[in-house]
């Protein structure tokens, strides 16, 4: 049992020193391809800072519903982590069905945030629940044909025995389905994390957001709460992306360790590269972008069977 505790107290503190860090570099490599110096690849730990040191303000209109919102958001995130290996061979609580520990934390979250949106009665907030809640459900068909691959290719329904030490073996007999399954995991990466081309996390244009516009009511420690666990759960996207394609394991923890920071640092250039290179879809886009990722997934899966 004390062995337990310290894996899930070490994971949980790789994910929350290292959520901020990923979203400061891709920040900076925005800025780097606009022509600017940038932020310091520090500046959300400032910001998160800056608000845990600030109260709320509520509306009396709230119920207890939005107060929780921000808590169960980034609770609901660091049980998450517990079953994604970060840079190691097996998650501190995997289990076979972990997948859907994954999908029910998942679900929780998104769950408090839209009813927290829809508790103020903001016409906008509104509007933000309603395409969250809507592309969630495009989304999470791919992500789901994606796990039902991986587990085909992994023989094992553990998340940590799919993205775990066996993915270099994988590799060798089912190379062209985890391509398949890894180009579309990154685009469920951007769309379940509301970034460019579904969503700007940097505008603050009500008709066009879907996250921002979801948090807006929020102030203080419970919007430090909210972009918190926003950074977690992009982190533990980019965490699943990252070992399908760096397949390499060295047996060594600090090897594989180091390898897996080196994987992150380069997920985190590259989402910033696409954010900087492409604009954000028409709403009515998304759809089609997210299709293409069911697809993407569905022929993985196709390949996945012939390779077999």
Not at 162 to 183: R, Y
């Amino acid at each position: 049992m004390l062995m337990l505790t310290c894996d899930v107290g070490s994971h949980w503190l790789l994910a929350l020193i290292l959520a901020p860090l990923f979203t400061g570099v891709i920040a900076r490599v925005k800025a780097r391809f606009a022509g600017k110096t940038g932020p310091s690849l520090f500046q959300p730990y400032f910001d998160l800072r800056r608000l845990f040191f600030k109260n709320s303000v509520y509306s009396r209109t709230t119920t207890w519903v939005f107060r929780a919102a921000p808590l169960v958001m980034l609770a609901a995130m660091l049980a998450l982590s517990l079953a994604v290996p970060l840079g190691i061979s097996q998650a501190p609580a995997a289990f076979t069905g972990d997948i859907l520990w994954l999908a029910a934390m998942l679900g929780l979250a998104r769950f408090f945030m839209i009813v927290a949106a829809l508790d103020t009665g903001f016409g906008m907030e509104g509007m933000g629940a309603s395409r969250e809640a809507f592309f969630a459900c495009l989304g999470e068909l791919a992500l789901f044909m994606n796990f039902i691959t991986l587990a085909l290719l992994a023989h094992g329904f553990s998340l940590s025995r799919m993205i775990g030490a066996e993915v270099p073996l994988l590799w060798v007999h089912a190379g062209p389905a985890l391509l398949l399954v890894a180009a579309s995991m990154f685009i469920v990466l951007l769309a379940e994390n509301c970034r460019i081309p579904v969503d700007d996390p940097d505008t603050h244009l009500e008709l066009t957001m879907i996250h921002e516009v979801m948090i807006l009511e929020h102030s203080g420690i419970d919007l430090a709460y909210m972009l918190y666990g926003a950074a977690v759960k992009l982190f533990l996207f980019a965490a699943i992306v990252v070992p399908l394609v760096i397949p390499v394991r060295m047996g060594y923890p600090l090897a594989d360790m180091a390898i897996f920071l080196g994987g992150m640092a380069g997920m985190a250039v590259l989402v910033g590269i696409v954010e900087s290179s492409m604009a954000r879809l028409r709403l009515n886009r998304v759809r089609n972008l997210l299709l293409i990722a069911f697809v993407l997934a569905f022929f993985g899966f196709i390949v996945g069977l012939w390779r077999m």
